[in-house]
C-alpha cells in the first residue's frame, strides 16, 4: 500500500502575503518621494515663471540692470535665492531677439536640491529639480481698439520735410543735403511723437469717431468704456467701419467719466497740453504724459487707437479701409463742460476758455511708444516696424 506523503504548506500564504507588502511599500514609497519632487518642480516652475515675467516687464532695454533686480525681487518674495538656487553659470539670461540694439527676451532658471525620504533606502541621497521659463516682449498689430481713428498727414511717408522735427530714434541721422530722412524709422505716416493729436471735436460724425463695436450711440459707450469690443484692427488689413453720426459730445463725456471714475475731480491724470497754435506741436506736455502714464495709477489712460489711411465716407455707410497699424496713445484729458472743441495756444492749455490757436477737440493726447496698454486685447508679437504699436508680454518657454 502506497502512502503519499505531503509537506506541510501552512504559513506560506503568509509570507506571500509579507512580500506582497513589501511590493506594496516599495510603490508607495517611490510614489511618495516623486509626488514631493514633482511639488517642487512644480513649485520652482511657478517661481521661475514668476521672476522671468517681472524681468521683462523691464524690457526692452540696452541695459539689463533693471530687469535682473526685478527678477531677483520676485524670487525673494518667493523664499528663493539666486544664488543658492540659480542655475550654474548664469541663473537669467538675456537675448536680442529682433536684434535691434535691446533685448526683448529673458530666460530664468532654477535648480536645487529636493527632499529625499524613502528614497534613501535604495542609497539615493540627492534629487536636483530644475525649471526655467523664458519671457518675450514685442509690438503686436493686432488689437481691439477705441471706437475713434487717426489719419496721418503722410500715409505714404514720402515726404522727407515733414520729418525735420520728427527725430523718432533720436539717433540725429540726416541726409547729406541736410534734410531728415524720409525712411519709416524717422517718419513713419509723418506722425510727429511730440504733438498733440485730436481723438474727436465737436463738429459732428467726420470727427475721427468710427462704428468699432457698432453703430449707434449706446455701443459707442460701451466701446469707450470696454464693455464691448471692437474686434482686431489689423496692421497691413482692410477692418470694413462707418462713421458714428451725430455729435455724441455727452456720450462721450459720460463715457469716459465711467471708465475713469475712480480718479475723480479734480482728475489728477490729466496732463496741461500747451500745443503750438499752428502745429500743435507740444513737447513738455508730451513729455509729462509719458512719465504719467508710463507707471502707477495713471497707466489706465493709455489706450489704443487705430492709424486709418482715410476716414469712412460722409453721409452714411461703411466702407473697406486700409489699417496702417495700431498705436498706443496717452489720453491727456477731455471737454467736460461742453460739446465744443477746446482751444490751446503754446502757453496756454486746452481748455473751453481760448477759442483761438490751436483746436485740441474734445479728446485730446499723445503718441506712447514703447508702452503697454492696460485692458485691452493684444493678439500676438509681431514683426512690425511701427514705433508707436502696443507692447505685449508672453511667456514662450
Known sequence: MLTHLRTDERGQMAWAFVLLLLVVFMFFAVAFDAGMWFFDHRTAQNQAEAAALAAVQELPAADTSAATTAAQTWLTRNDTNSATDGCAPNWIEFDDVNSDGKYDEVRVCLRRSSSVIFAALSNITDVQVSASATALTGPVSIA??????????????????????????????????????????????????????????????????????????????????????????????????????????????????????????????????????????????????????????????????????????????????????????????????????????????CSTNNDAGYGCGMVWGYLMEGLRPPDFLLQRISDTDNPFAPLLIALVE
Open 144 to 349: 481691439n481698439v477705441m471706437p475713434w481713428a487717426v489719419i496721418p498727414p503722410d500715409p505714404d511717408c514720402s515726404e522727407g520735410e515733414i520729418c525735420t522735427s520728427n527725430d523718432i530714434d533720436g539717433d540725429g541721422l540726416y541726409d547729406t543735403d541736410g534734410e531728415c530722412r524720409a525712411d519709416f524709422d524717422e517718419c513713419p505716416w509723418g506722425l510727429n511723437k511730440n504733438n498733440l493729436y485730436v481723438f474727436k471735436s465737436g463738429g459732428g460724425g467726420n470727427t475721427g469717431i468710427i462704428d468699432a463695436c457698432g453703430n449707434g450711440a449706446v455701443n459707442y459707450r460701451d466701446c469707450i468704456e470696454g464693455e464691448a469690443i471692437s474686434g482686431f484692427f489689423e496692421e497691413g488689413q482692410n477692418v470694413v467701419v462707418g462713421l458714428q453720426g451725430g455729435n455724441l459730445g455727452q456720450n462721450t463725456d459720460n463715457a469716459l467719466r465711467d471708465r475713469y471714475a475712480d480718479e475723480g475731480a479734480p482728475w489728477p491724470c490729466d496732463v496741461a497740453a500747451t500745443p503750438d497754435e499752428i502745429t500743435g506741436y507740444d513737447a513738455d506736455g508730451r513729455t509729462e504724459a509719458y512719465s504719467r502714464f508710463a507707471t502707477g495709477d495713471c497707466a489706465d489712460r493709455l489706450v489704443l487707437i487705430p492709424i486709418l489711411y482715410s476716414m469712412p465716407p460722409q453721409g452714411g455707410g461703411s466702407d473697406s479701409l486700409q489699417v496702417l497699424g495700431v498705436a498706443t496713445f496717452g489720453l491727456a484729458s477731455w471737454n467736460r463742460v461742453s460739446n465744443k472743441d477746446a482751444y490751446g495756444t503754446d502757453g496756454s492749455a
